[in-house]
């Protein structure tokens, strides 16, 4: 069992939907990630955060917001969405940002209709 | 030049095989460098780390160039579970962000 839980693990979305991904991880780690998966493309990370506090927005276009209420949440805000956006979004945490051990999440699979 | 590179694949061989991969990085302020496994469909998991003396676990034996900016992954007699997409990481220097090479995908046939 991953200590790393997302939901939903798959989700198709029109372009003017909302939808929400969440992530919670029961290791106690302070410091929780987004990445995004494309096909062919190398993990792109997205957003840090450390004891809840947003670290690194890697130049993220605002259609994706994500929140982080506590340590051991994170979620990932969808709207108006593209095609081209549709990738495996990955949740990852670790102890602190010098600790080097990501522990990931499954993934959700998105597909942007 | 991508912050890390690796030769995607696939690299088919058969049970038994030693294979190895290599990694180079862009960074030469990197401090940390890792090997990750992605099996299809799940999530990256780490590997191993890579030490500048180089280091062994069982089959697996990483290696660290930082004169040529390079990290190997040698896979001895290798298992039919060893198939996967290995991921050379990178952690740059100022501490927060991991970076991923695309994988390289290796299939061990029987």
């Known amino acids: 069992e991953t200590g790393v839980t997302q939901t939903p693990r798959h989700l198709v979305m029109g372009m003017t939907n909302k939808k929400s991904l969440k992530c919670e991880q029961h290791l106690g780690h302070n410091a929780m990630y987004w990445y995004k998966q494309s096909a062919k493309k190398p993990l792109e990370l997205m957003f840090v955060y450390n004891f809840k506090e947003q670290t690194e927005n890697n130049s993220v276009p605002s259609r994706f917001s994500p929140e982080c209420p506590n340590s051991s949440h994170l979620f990932l805000h969808l709207h108006t969405l593209q095609p081209e956006d549709s990738a495996l979004y990955l949740c990852?945490?670790?102890?602190?940002?010098?600790?080097?051990?990501?522990?990931f999440g499954q993934g959700t699979r998105l597909t942007v209709v | 030049r991508k912050e890390v590179e690796q030769d995607p694949g696939p690299f088919n061989v058969p049970e038994g095989a030693t294979v190895a991969f290599n990694c180079t990085y862009s960074?030469?302020?990197?401090?940390?460098f890792f090997w990750y496994r992605q099996d299809c469909r799940k999530e990256p998991k780490l590997l191993m780390s890579v030490y500048s003396s180089g280091n062994e676990d069982g089959r697996f034996t990483a290696q660290l160039n930082r004169a040529s900016q390079y990290i190997s992954l040698l896979i001895r007699d290798s298992k039919l579970s060893d198939s996967a997409t290995y991921l050379c990481v990178v952690l740059a220097g100022g501490g927060n962000k991991l970076t991923f090479g695309t994988g390289t995908q290796l299939k061990v046939e029987l």
């Open positions: 990852a945490s670790s102890q602190d940002l010098r600790n080097t051990e990501a522990f």
């Open positions: 960074n030469s302020a990197s401090q940390s």
